[in-house]
């Protein structure tokens, strides 16, 4: 498939990359050792966004339900998100990680990128939830120092703009927390393959699905 | 399919019952004379939920994104969710209606039912989104008259419990707006078959599918 063919394109896609440790158990491998084969299809997702010139990505690292499970695992996907931005550091991408900071689970390497950071170029906003959790997010609008007029000018993430498009690997058909109030009017493409195994068909599929919805908004 | 063979029930369905103009349109009447077919279909499907015991359920009847549609439709589709509440009220429910009071497209009719009001037997739970807005649900938690320790506790929408699975006739995937904060961990089923076609077949196809979904609310 051609990457000139799409006739509307999204220009703020969300993933769910989920999928990493189904994907390293059916590899006789233990679960967490799944977090690692994520990182490069992030990357190639990346490139394919690049090459088509969608304008923002953001990635659903981890979140703060997720820190809950055995430790080995936690390491595991923090270590591949420190992995993620050190990579992505030598690209051409600008940065800006969003979670909360305020708790050990938020790898301290990232604090430098929880405001925006140009990488190169600088060709594509780059969002990574990392430790997010959608009640932190939410939370943050109570609090009379961040509270605006309206309530989605006021949240934890009020510096990601709304999102077109979510792409969901390994087969899942729910949100799981994905930030609540930008999703509000995102069309939902699920992918039946585990993360690990990405290829850009698969974005591509989602994308000659997407062109043919109609844009409603709620309306 | 019989209604025995469930492993495992959701105990909250969202419904979101698109696809009525689409339907009309089929059928060469105005897009507006397709809301009415789309009551019949409610109460089957609300047939079908008593049989199986399913305690509770929510309607999407219109939003306020909606009535910004041509005067001739909104007329039509505020006129079906009046209808089904009389008919609703010689039923074995219990009747919330939930949306924008302070409005003049919230029908007068239905604010008797803005509190919870139990009709016959009062044996499953109704909830139906009337006039509903996701920004109204949301901002009422900057109230602070409203506001509680946590976000979740604040919103207008409070008294609707997290729910479990929502269908969606008319094969749009998105949520359009129905209640974010519950929605968070839902599985989401889309049915392609327009809302007034609906068959208990549908509803028992999604059914099938939830069971086997596992239930780790972002964990």
């Known amino acids: 498939m051609s990457i000139n063919k799409f006739k509307r394109l999204p220009r703020h896609v969300g993933i769910i990359p989920d999928g990493n440790r189904r994907w390293a158990e059916k590899h006789g491998l233990p679960k967490e050792a799944g977090y690692n084969y994520g ?14 010139g969608i304008p923002e990505i953001t990635f659903y690292g981890f979140t703060q339900d997720n820190t809950k ?11 591949a998100c420190i992995d993620a931005v050190k990579i992505l550091a030598n690209r051409d991408a600008s940065l800006l990680v969003i979670g909360n ?10 604090l430098p990128y929880t405001t ?7 060709l594509i906003k780059v969002n990574f939830l990392v430790n997010y959790g959608w009640k932190w997010d939410l939370n943050y609008a109570l609090n009379p120092a961040n509270s605006k007029k309206n309530f989605y000018e006021s949240i934890a993430s009020v510096d990601i703009s709304r999102v077109d498009l979510i792409v969901r690997w390994g087969s899942r058909r729910r949100l799981s927390g994905f930030l609540p109030v930008q999703s509000i009017y995102a069309d939902f493409y699920v992918v039946d393959e585990l993360w ?3 290829k850009p068909e698969h974005f591509y599929q ?12 709620g309306g």
Not at 69 to 79: G, H, I, L, Y
Not at 206 to 217: G, S
């Open 39 to 52: 990182i490069n299809p992030g990357f190639k997702l990346y490139e394919t966004c690049l090459e088509l």
């Open 69 to 79: 499970r055995p430790s080995v695992q936690k390491k595991a996907f923090q270590k």
């Open 101 to 110: 900071t305020d708790s050990p689970q938020f790898p301290k390497e990232l």
């Open 116 to 122: 925006r950071q140009k990488f190169g170029r600088g």
């Open 196 to 198: 690990p195994n990405f």
């Open 206 to 217: 989602a994308l000659k699905w997407y062109e043919e919805q109609d844009i409603t908004l």
